[in-house]
């Protein structure tokens, strides 16, 4: 049975800083593409970041840039993402995602989600 199990989310200060972890269980963690991706209250899905199998570079969302960093230990089958200079906009439930299947890159599974609030 495919898992995932996002944590690390929390309410912190703009320009804080937080790294979310997303555990993987249920099949071969190294041959699918994985994504993070964010629901702002009230708003719609919102794709963050991809990261690939072997090779190939990391993709994010423009507004994020420069501020975050997908990465991905496959010994530990965990996808993370690492958030800087966090802004209000940040804000939402961020699920991990899977690939549909091997050699696709569309959504598959999703995690249950995890809260980052950023406010004073």
């Known amino acids: 049975e495919v898992q995932l199990v996002e944590s690390g989310g929390d309410l912190v200060q703009p320009g804080g800083s937080l790294r979310l972890s997303c555990a993987a269980s249920?099949?071969?963690?190294?041959?699918?593409?994985m994504y993070w991706v964010r629901q702002a209250p009230g708003k719609g899905l919102e794709w963050v970041s991809s990261i690939s199998t072997a090779y190939g570079t990391p993709l994010y969302l423009d507004s994020v840039g420069g501020r975050f960093t997908i990465s991905r230990d496959n010994a530990k089958t965990t996808v993370y993402l690492q958030m800087t200079d966090l802004k209000p906009e940040d804000t939402g439930v961020y699920y991990c995602v899977r690939a549909r299947d091997v050699g696709t890159i569309d959504f598959g599974y999703w995690g249950q989600g995890t809260q980052v609030t950023i406010s004073s």
């Open positions: 249920g099949f071969t963690f190294s041959d699918y593409w």
